[in-house]
């Protein structure tokens, strides 16, 4: 019989942690522990060691691709599979760059979950079907996508979030000076004059999620659909 597969949740809102956990337990999947922010993450990742981590991309203060890194630095062999309620090529794509096992968006069906984390825990990457169509139908180069680096990715996100520089350079564990240097180049990349102009173009181009707020109903779990949701590849 196959090892029970073990899990942990993370996202900021616990309503959504707590319907994805009935979800998976009822499947037969082990959720071991629930984080949410990505420091909370590597701390549970460190203490419990689970098979999958399952991770959204918006959180508060650091995003999940940054945590999935900081996991990924620690344990290469960590398998992670991104969570997330957006497709934006920009986004898998930072994501499976930063090591990311597989890729699902929050409208797929829930079984497609179950089946992404099943996939992952056994070493295949997973896309589910509507970020595999976005992949492919996406131009190799995409001029309206600046070139910002990993770090630059990072700190915009934050910028947008309101954090101010040196509260930016004590989550990245980096010097104020530095992170200034990354604001002043991403500011010249994206042609703002100023922070606010910053954060608009940042929101324009979506590189930067609006802010979610849950309703009771995002604690349902819905409905499964019928037919092929998903992708998987070896």
């Known amino acids: 019989m196959n090892k029970t597969i073990s899990v ?45 981590v399952v991770m959204d991309i918006s959180l508060s203060g650091l995003s999940g691709i940054e945590g999935m890194r900081r996991i990924l630095a620690r344990e290469p062999a960590a398998r992670v599979l991104i969570f997330s309620m957006y497709q934006e090529v920009v986004f898998v794509r930072r994501a499976l760059e930063a090591g990311a096992a597989g890729y699902l968006t929050k409208a797929s069906a829930p079984t497609v979950l179950v089946e992404a984390v099943r996939a992952v825990a056994r070493g295949q990457r997973y896309l589910s079907h509507d970020v595999a169509v976005s992949l492919a139908l996406a131009p190799s180069s995409n001029s309206t996508t600046p070139p910002l680096s990993a770090r630059e990715f990072e700190i915009l996100k934050l910028l947008a979030q309101g954090c101010s520089l040196s509260e930016i350079a004590r ?19 994206l042609g703002a004059e100023n922070t606010a102009q910053l954060v608009r173009i940042a929101m324009q181009l979506g590189l930067v999620p609006p802010v979610h707020h849950p309703s009771p109903a995002d604690a349902e779990v819905p409905r499964a659909r019928h037919g092929a949701d998903a992708r998987t590849t070896p």
């Open 8 to 52: 942990l949740l993370v996202d900021d809102h616990a309503v959504v942690r707590e319907g994805y956990r009935r979800l998976l337990e009822d499947s037969g999947i082990r959720v071991v522990g629930e984080a949410a922010t990505a420091a909370e993450a590597y701390q549970r990742f460190c203490e419990l060691t689970p098979q999958v």
């Open 171 to 189: 989550q990245l564990c980096r010097n104020q000076k530095t992170v200034a240097n990354h604001q002043s180049a991403i500011k010249q990349k």
